[in-house]
């Protein structure tokens, strides 16, 4: 069973492309979400899993795109 079936975080953010040279770009990201107030006594034990959920996003996206 997936943990976030039940919980959903609301989030935003956004993500901007600044070229670099021929073939790379620095990539800046913004993201922030909200924490339901049941779990704000706990929040600051999310911040490593999301952290890890959003490297590799970009992981998968920086292959993707130099395979594309």
Do not use: D, Q
Request: charged fraction near 15%.
């Amino acid at each position: 069973m997936n943990v976030f079936f039940f919980l959903y975080l609301y989030n935003r953010g956004s993500v901007r492309f600044f070229p670099r040279g021929p073939s790379s770009c620095l990539v800046e990201i913004n993201f922030s979400f909200e924490v339901p107030h049941a779990l704000a006594p706990v929040a600051f034990l999310m911040k490593p899993f999301m952290e890890k959920l959003m490297r590799g996003g970009l992981e998968h996206f920086a292959a993707f795109v130099k395979t594309s």
